[in-house]
């Protein structure tokens, strides 16, 4: 496996929360890290910018001061998501943040950028770029990443089409770094079976909006709890990039989710609606296909202890068959 080294002895599971547009926030963060889980949150979360540098402070000194309370069962570290697409105008000042707190793992997405992994190892950083192929896949370490992650079929957000099986299947066939998957992953069972198809860690989002932490609205978070796989919508209307969302959310805004038209991929924008009046993330709640396994809205914690309960349980289970 190849788990990066600041990773080693830092995780109850190998699981990386992935950065939640809107709703991952500092509490959040800090409640996944101090459980045993890589918590991120997009930069772009923080607005204004100097609210940013707020976020920082905020999670490197409280991770220090519970490492220090705790030298035998130390915090994971924390990552920052970076959208290094030409589109974000706050890309510079906000990597200038993350050299000043030495943020430990970046995610970037929605394009490689040499420039930006540089800035990063020059820290000692580390850098996880995303990708829903095997061409950004080879694109993305070919230009400095540390790691990837492999957004399958299913992921909430912004997500691939392809099977997590063909995708990891890929990848494997010559990248021997660390490897995330991303993907209808909601329980410990599905970690071990994203190790087993090869992956080093699983990276889930949609579980954590279910989370007390979460800044999410109560009724989006019950809806998560109330609803399945079959209930997500696979669609470019809201931002002209593909990606996951809650059907019931659509119909809400008036939309019917069996009869959505296409938006234009040229204009992508991650706040707005696209054509429609409404608000991608805000108004339409995206989640990925392994909702199923949300039973109830609970605390960071509990859901992180749930995942390693199930995770253990697996192994051994396929130890002593």
Not at 36 to 55: K, Q, T, Y
Not at 57 to 85: C, G, M, R, W
Not at 189 to 216: P, Q, R
Request: net charge negative; hydrophobic share 45%; glycine share 10%.
């Amino acid at each position: 496996m190849a788990i990066p080294e600041i990773l080693k002895g830092r995780l109850s599971v190998p699981v990386v929360a992935s950065p939640l547009f809107i709703i991952s926030n500092p509490d959040l963060v800090i409640a996944q890290c101090k459980a045993g889980i890589v918590g991120s949150f997009p930069s772009l979360n923080a607005r204004p910018l100097a609210m940013l540098d707020e976020w920082l402070e905020k999670i490197t000194s409280e991770l220090a001061a519970y490492d220090k309370a705790n030298p035998d069962k130390p915090s994971a570290p924390f990552a920052v998501n970076q959208i290094v697409h030409r589109s974000n105008d706050r890309l510079d000042e906000d990597i200038a943040l993350c050299e000043k707190y030495k943020v430990p793992i970046i995610i970037t997405s929605l394009g490689a950028r040499e420039d930006v992994n540089d800035r990063i190892h020059s820290y000692g950083g580390i850098v996880l770029h995303d990708i829903i192929d095997n061409h950004f896949a080879k694109k993305a370490v070919a230009k400095g990443a540390d790691g990837l992650i492999a957004v399958a079929a299913g992921a909430g957000g912004h997500a691939g089409s392809l099977s997590p099986f063909a995708l990891v299947q890929e990848i494997r066939e010559w990248f021997d770094g660390p490897l995330l998957l991303s993907g209808s992953i909601a329980n410990g069972n599905a970690v071990l079976a994203a190790l087993a198809m090869g992956a080093d860690l699983a990276y889930i989002g949609s579980a954590f909006i279910a989370t007390k932490e979460a800044n999410a609205d109560l009724g989006y978070k019950q809806a998560l709890v109330d609803y399945a796989a079959a209930d997500i919508v696979y669609t470019n209307l809201f931002t002209g990039v593909h990606g996951n969302y809650l059907g019931p959310s659509i119909e809400a805004a008036g939309l019917d989710p069996a009869d959505l038209p296409k938006s234009d991929p040229s204009k992508m924008n991650f706040g707005s609606g696209g054509n429609t009046k409404t608000k991608a993330w805000k108004d339409i709640w995206g989640c990925g296909q392994g909702i199923g396994a949300l039973k109830a809205v609970v605390s960071t914690e509990e859901l992180v202890s749930r995942l390693v309960d199930e995770y253990e349980t697996s192994r051994l289970r396929l130890t002593a068959a």
